[in-house]
RNA sequence: GGGGCGGUAGCUCAAUUGGUUAGAGUACCGGCCUGUCGAGCCGGAUGUUGCGGGUUCGAGUCCCGUCCGCCUCGCCA
């Protein structure tokens, strides 16, 4: 084999004049006739023009030159020559340009299903990208992301690793557990009937890890929810998972505030600029979200008591069920919303919940259009209170506390996107703090994690965590970045007691915490010390920095909407002889009989 | 589990009200072309219209079912 001597990517003009060999992919051809062929040779570090010129390429290099086709791999050897007044100033090694001296073919292609251009490559239908995900990702969009992920992980390492942090692995077999996802599970061989789960995280472990007294544990790692997908979403994703021992709130959120504005200046070239925190009710409250996007203004006001004092039965009906009444000024909206746009958003209102999405126009000093005459009986008490202007318009979510704030606080993303309310090119993060202990299922009747049954009760609130868990806070954070959620964490629970009662308000029995959570409460028991701990979404943060949306993007080898890697042709059929020694009986589903 | 969009050549798409032989660009194949750089020009080959059924003289088009992909609600401690 011809061997490189350096890359498609590193050559320069200053270089002209040396005898160099380079492989990589054929991206195109330009065949001039019999004495010129062009060709564009790509590997991961960048693009090189080969040329096949009748005047300095020997003959039989030259035929062979006139054969190759897209994504046929090569190896040639040839001079690297200045390309004098003509330029390709679209690569960086536009100016030169290798003069094939010898030629290896080392295979051609088959017909190929997709081409690896970036320019059209994003046209191309997904399940395509996906089967053939090894052609998808020689693209350089593709190659870049890959890179960039690497140097978040090499980035992350170095930072925490200079600060004693041990990167330690933990296990990927481990045992179901109730609360949360849906786990996967897998098969036992030994103990036939018993099940494995894949983790969900490995939450459980760096803190018994604490216990361990490892004192400050690191982890990239994968975590897997058997969970329905979104286009943000992923059953198999990764975190960057860490805990630390003796430490306090302020202390985890300083540190990674420290974390991520450096990560995000080093690697993305971001200011994030100062992290804010704000709790989890002001942000409900103000954004309708419990991951607000506070790169554009458009709050929201509760006027839930003004509502009372009208007959528009909407508002009476959810402020008699205990609900809010919330509403939103949209300033110069009354032109630039029209009737079909507010449909849209009462569309949107509905989806999370809300019967609809009341609207009004004030327009000289008058309420007009929508539900007009039911709130111009508090027209002064609503000017005042959303010190609205001429021109406004204003929207109104109606529903219990959590749909009134969501609905509204969806429509608000949807009004900002439409209006161009959203600076390109800005980040803006924050720490959403204080969040509630519990959130009311009403479906299970019971009382839920909102966020996971580790985390402590704020030290403040530990009287009340049993007399009154609707107000009990926890010590729960979240990192926020232009209204995602990158990362998330908490103080943990270190006392058993404390995590036994946490345990029962979720209606957990103490015979079943013990059986499930045993291990916890025993090592517990066993000093632990106080600790702490957070994981970063890597994938999000990926995303964030390449600026996609899809966390397919982000993901070497992703799965489809219903878990399948259509490249390798994931999940199979288990062979009868597997299934038989993990003592496993197929109830053959009615209709798979042809 | 619910709602929405889509599936036609290797790929990206078109195809009128249900009507002739399902077209175009690109990739591929052949030819021409000595400075291209998304090369150009000329020609060629390429189809289970996702799959199964139905209506009809006639279905890519209408109906029913089903599979796959995407978006989304629920779900995701």
């Known amino acids: 084999m011809l061997k490189r001597t350096c890359t498609c990517g590193d050559t320069r003009k200053e270089n002209a004049g040396e005898t160099t060999t380079l492989s990589g992919w054929v991206n195109t051809y330009r065949d001039q006739g019999k004495g010129l062929v062009f060709i564009d040779l790509r590997d991961r570090y960048g693009m090189t023009q080969v040329v096949f010129d009748a005047e300095d390429t020997p003959k039989e290099v030259m035929e062979l030159g006139g054969t190759l086709r897209r994504e046929d791999v090569i190896s040639v050897t040839g001079k690297i020559r200045d390309r004098d007044g003509k330029p390709n100033e679209k690569l960086p090694t536009g100016e030169i340009e290798l003069v094939a001296k010898e030629i290896e073919i ?10 690896p251009d970036d320019h059209d490559a994003d046209k191309i239908g997904e399940e395509h990208r996906l089967k053939y995900r090894y052609i998808d990702l020689r693209r350089p969009r593709m190659q870049k ?42 098969p036992s061989r030994h103990q036939a009937g018993q099940w494995y789960a894949l983790p969900q995280s490995p939450q459980i472990f760096k803190q018994i890890l604490m216990v361990a007294g490892c004192d400050k544990y690191l982890q990239i790692c994968k975590c897997l929810r058997d969970e329905d997908p979104r286009a943000d979403r992923q059953a198999e994703f990764t975190q960057i998972d860490l805990e630390m021992s003796f430490i306090e709130q302020d202390d985890i959120l300083a540190l990674m505030t420290e974390f991520a504005t450096s990560l995000y200046k080093e690697v993305g070239g971001v200011d994030l600029g100062n992290l804010p925190q704000m709790s989890w009710k002001d942000a409900m409250d103000n954004y309708g979200s419990d991951r607000p996007d506070i790169r554009f203004d458009l709050q929201l006001a509760d006027i839930t008591e003004l509502a009372k004092k009208t007959d528009f039965k909407v508002f009476n009906e959810a402020c008699d069920a205990g609900g809010s009444v919330k509403a939103m000024r949209v300033p110069g909206g009354a032109e630039k919303l029209s009737r079909k746009k ?57 529903g219990t506390y959590r749909v009134a704030c969501t609905a509204l606080g969806e429509v608000r993303l949807a009004v900002a996107k439409e209006l161009g309310l959203i600076p390109e090119g800005m980040f803006r993060g924050l720490w959403v703090i204080d969040f509630p202990m519990f959130d009311w299922n009403e479906d299970a009747g019971r009382w839920v994690s909102e966020h996971h049954p580790f985390t ?7 009287d009340i965590l049993e007399s009154d868990p609707a107000n009990c806070l926890s010590s729960g954070y979240d990192l926020v970045i232009n209204g995602a959620e990158v990362g998330g ?106």
């Open 342 to 398: 507010t449909d849209a958003y009462a569309e949107i209102a509905k989806t999370y919940g809300a019967g609809g999405l009341p609207v009004v126009k004030y327009q000289d000093g008058e309420f007009v259009t929508g539900v007009a005459k039911f709130v111009t009986p508090i027209k002064e008490e609503l000017v005042e209170a959303l010190k609205l202007e001429d021109g406004d318009i204003v929207m109104f979510g109606v």
């Open 145 to 186: 992301i890959l890179q960039l992920r690497h140097k978040i992980t090499q980035f992350t390492r170095n930072f925490f690793a200079d600060r004693e942090f041990l990167e330690i692995e933990t296990p990927l077999l481990i045992t179901p557990t109730p609360e949360g996802a849906r786990d996967f599970i897998v």
């Open 106 to 115: 080392i295979n051609r292609t088959a017909k190929l299903p997709i081409l």
């Open 489 to 594: 964490g908490s103080i943990r629970i270190h006392n058993p007691e404390v995590q036994a009662k946490v345990f029962g308000l979720l209606g957990l029995s103490q015979e079943k915490a013990e059986d499930k959570f045993g291990f916890l409460l025993n090592a517990l028991r066993f000093g632990a010390p106080p600790h702490g701990g957070i994981a970063f979404g890597l994938d999000r943060l990926v995303m964030m920095m390449i600026g996609t949306t899809n966390i397919r993007d982000v993901i070497a080898f992703p799965k489809t909407q219903t878990g399948a890697d259509l490249m390798c042709e994931a999940p199979g059929i288990a062979d009868p002889a597997q299934l038989d020694e993990l003592g496993i009986i197929m109830r053959q589903p009615a209709e798979s009989t042809e």
């Open 456 to 462: 402590a009760p704020l030290a403040t609130h530990l």
